[in-house]
């Protein structure tokens, strides 16, 4: 299994990006598939989740802002709205099947003025 992600870049404050995840199997494959960021100097931390059948979880800090979501082949999705200079971090995606875990590359947002 392998997880490319992009779509990260530079972003004033209180704007927008969306980050893709593309796996080489279906993403309906995975039971659940997710976001995670790593800002510098700090823990990687979750971000929001979704699973096979649609439920999602967010972390707080991000709820209200960020949408993840999935298509119907290949592709995660996460939609980044208001961003803060806090959500600064490589953002990684993950999949989960049974005790197995893979994970993206990662891709950076910089969100600064």
């Known amino acids: 299994v392998q997880l490319q992600a992009s779509g990260g870049g530079l972003v004033q404050p209180g704007g927008s990006l969306r980050l893709s995840c593309a796996a080489s199997q279906s993403s309906f494959s995975f039971p659940r598939m997710a976001w995670y960021r790593q800002a510098p100097g700090k823990q990687r931390e979750f971000v929001a989740t979704i699973t096979a059948g649609g439920s999602t979880d967010y972390a707080d800090s991000v709820k209200g802002r960020f949408t993840i979501s999935r298509d119907r082949r290949y592709t995660l999705y996460l939609q980044m709205n208001s961003l803060s200079p806090d959500d600064t971090a490589v953002y990684y995606c993950?999949?989960?099947?049974?005790?197995?875990?893979?994970w993206g590359q990662g891709t950076l947002v910089t969100v600064s003025s």
């Open positions: 993950n999949a989960k099947r049974g005790t197995a875990e893979w």
